[in-house]
T-cell receptor, first 111, second 118 residues
Framework: LAKTTQPISMDSYEGQEVNITCSHN???????ITWYQQFPSQGPRFIIQ???TKVTNEVASLFIPADRKSSTLSLPRVSLSDTAVYYCLVGLNSGNTPLVFGKGTRLSVIA | GAVVSQHPSWVICKSGTSVKIECRSLDFQATTMFWYRQFPKQSLMLMAT?????????EQGVEKDKFLINHASLTLSTLTVTSAHPEDSSFYIC??????????????FGSGTRLTVV
């Protein structure tokens, strides 16, 4: 899996939009970009996945530039409950390939 | 959506005893499951890949005789921590891949097991 680089931590106030950028310079042609969210003492939870341009769901948006060497997870109007660790993963969907997690970004939302 | 049930959610055991953690895929079959370990403030570290009907594949540095993995059916994988010691205290998480899943590689994670060895 392509190596990813994310900020270690971010702080935000409630109601603000939060953008977390992930660098993945060695992304391969067939790789997808996936973001997971993890709350303390829980397993990671899928947030969003994309290949190029923009993907939006009810939780977040994912922006991917044309060169795909980076991606940005956008969380609109965060609340205290969005405080978590966010992981960016890049790789090909393959039957026996496990997900390998980087350090993630610890987001703290402040009232 | 795909659900992975992990049990127990927490366990406290005495040093030297063994602890079994179960990981079940509830609404799909999983020929492959993955086990992770996570220490406080750290990321998930892959321990092993569990394959139904065959031996597990362990990551470098993970003792296969200490962390016994059994994947006897398409919906159940177990991790047994044998002769547990305080340094084995950690958060253990399993993951299963739903080959019929779409949009997220098909990977779903259990809720984790907090193991404390005293």
């Amino acid at each position: 899996l392509a190596k990813t680089t994310q900020p270690i931590s971010m702080d935000s106030y409630e109601g603000q939009e939060v953008n977390i950028t992930c660098s993945h310079n060695n992304i391969a042609t067939n790789d997808y970009i996936t973001w997971y969210q993890q709350f303390p003492s829980q397993g990671p939870r899928f947030i969003i996945q994309g290949y190029k341009t923009k993907v939006t769901n009810e939780v977040a948006s994912l922006f991917i530039p044309a060169d795909r060497k980076s991606s940005t997870l956008s969380l609109p109007r965060v609340s205290l409950s969005d405080t978590a660790v966010y992981y960016c993963l890049v790789g090909l969907n393959s039957g026996n390939t496990p997900l390998v997690f980087g350090k993630g970004t610890r987001l703290s939302v402040i009232a | 959506g795909a659900v992975v049930s992990q049990h127990p959610s927490w366990v406290i055991c005495k040093s030297g005893t063994s602890v079994k953690i179960e990981c079940r895929s509830l609404d799909f079959q999983a020929t492959t499951m993955f086990w992770y370990r996570q220490f406080p403030k750290q990321s998930l570290m892959l321990m092993a890949t569990s394959n139904e009907g065959s031996k597990a594949t362990y990551e470098q540095g993970v003792e296969k005789d200490k962390f016994l993995i059994n994947h006897a059916s398409l919906t159940l994988s177990t991790l047994t921590v044998t002769s547990a010691h305080p340094e084995d205290s950690s958060f253990y998480i399993c993951s299963a891949r739903n080959t019929g899943g779409a949009g997220n590689y098909g990977y779903t994670f259990g809720s984790g097991t907090r193991l404390t060895v005293v």
